[in-house]
């Protein structure tokens, strides 16, 4: 039976995105050029595989494709002969063959794109934002979900960060060693905001992602090799905390697709290979004299995955770590977090008080999670009416499919039992 193309462009643009972006910008030093070229690349992937069948390597298809289309472009521009004898004498019109990607090269075009984003020459916040939007192949929106902020603001960070690499000439490599301080801050936060868009997606039927999830763990992974032997503690500890949230995958979907909250999963169905493999991460981050935030998060996430059941779970323990990461990277979403841990171990209406004190401050009303985290609490004391407020205002937040279908349920749930 033949592939099916469009399922094939699917996934190619789902898996391999990032790739395709990194290789283009390598080549031709344009983020906007690498990003059209591969747009109009997967568009001509539509149309022609259809008639003439998918290609033996899909991903190396489209960078070919998406290469002459960047050639292409560059033609229709000012100084065309300039511009074209460069590349020329620079290799770059030679054929592309399918590449070929070790898990173990260092450093690969992914790794390379992360560290040109990075660079102290961007505010921080638009290092983040344009990795999660070449690497990771985000949409605006998603990303300005990530930083809670209006997406026409997202959209204008971005356009300003990718003309700074530009007029700026900002190298597309790796840096040494005594250079990579300067930028970590920035690329840990990239490859966990990537993992965070894997493991629980802005839009799409699927409550996960594991193409992007996957591939921010191996990058970290990528990252704590090229460090060693001194790589500091928090890439040990942001790997660890996303080994530990990925081990879980399985059980967060039931078998219609739905998701599973934590309390409520089936914890044989937890990777435990993957929790072995984070368990000296997590001690070895947390041994310097302070833990940084991935440490702390890696910890919490530990005391979830070392408690048999959920009535097991040292939610003193867990209210501490929050206690100190707020102290650390005091944040509204830190906060939200930790009213949810004093819940857990004080009781709903100690929780509830913290979150309607959060929601005062108006920082988290547009974020879904904020109100779910309320309507659950509220369900708990047995106040349904204002539950079933919350979960409708959750509700009309939430953008993914599968989370809108778990909050539809609850919103059932509380409108029966309060009738």
Same mark, same amino acid.
């Given at each position: ?39 109009? =690349? ?55 063959? @399918? ?42 929106? @998603? ?112 078998? =219609? ?83 949810? =841990? ?53 509700? =009309? ?23």
């Amino acid at each position: 039976m033949l592939p099916n193309p469009n399922a094939v462009v699917d996934l190619v643009y789902r898996t391999d995105w990032g790739r395709i972006v990194a290789t283009l910008i390598r080549q031709f030093r344009d983020f906007d050029v690498a990003e059209e070229a591969a747009q109009e =690349a997967f568009a001509a992937a539509v149309a022609q595989w259809r008639t003439e069948g998918v290609p033996e390597f899909p991903r190396a298809w489209i960078i070919q494709t998406a290469r002459h289309k960047a050639i292409d472009r560059i033609r229709r521009q000012v100084r065309l002969s300039e511009k074209l004898e460069s590349y020329v004498e620079s290799g770059l019109m030679e054929t592309v063959e @399918e590449p070929k990607y070790e898990i173990g090269e260092i450093p690969d075009d992914r790794l390379r794109l992360i560290f040109t984003c990075c660079h102290p020459a961007l505010a921080l916040e638009a290092q983040v934002a344009l990795t999660l939007r070449t690497l990771g192949g985000l949409e605006t929106d @998603e990303i300005a979900r990530a930083f809670l902020v209006p997406p026409p603001t997202m959209a204008q960070r971005l356009v300003r960060a990718k003309r700074k690499i530009r007029d700026a000439g900002i190298p597309y490599i790796v840096p040494d060693t005594k250079e990579m301080p300067a930028r970590l801050e920035a690329v840990l936060t990239a490859i966990y905001l990537i993992f965070n868009e894997g493991y629980s997606p802005t839009r799409g039927n699927s409550p996960v992602r594991s193409d992007l999830s996957s591939e921010a763990i191996r990058l970290a992974r990528l990252l704590r090799t090229l460090m060693e032997p001194q790589a500091p503690a928090e890439v040990s500890g942001l790997l660890a905390l996303m080994l530990l949230h990925d081990s879980r995958r399985e059980a967060r979907l039931d078998d =219609a697709g739905d998701l599973v909250i934590l309390e409520e999963q089936d914890r044989d169905r937890w990777n435990q290979q993957q929790i072995a493999e984070a368990l000296p991460l997590v001690e070895a981050a947390l041994r310097v004299p302070q833990p940084g935030p991935y440490a702390i998060q890696a910890a919490i996430a530990a005391v979830h995955c070392q408690a048999p059941r959920p009535e097991d779970t040292d939610w003193a323990q867990i209210v501490q770590l929050y206690n100190l990461l707020q102290q650390q990277q005091p944040s509204p979403i830190v906060a939200l977090n930790r009213a949810v =841990a004093i819940a857990m171990r004080d009781g709903p209406q100690a929780g509830l008080s913290l979150i309607d004190d959060l929601g005062a401050t108006g920082d988290l009303q547009t974020y879904h999670l904020f109100h779910a985290a309320r309507a659950d609490l509220l369900r708990r004391l047995g106040s349904r009416v204002e539950a079933a407020e919350s979960y409708t205002q959750a509700l =009309a937040l939430a953008t993914n499919v599968s989370e809108k279908r778990f909050l539809e349920r609850r919103l059932r749930e509380v409108q029966v039992q309060s009738a």
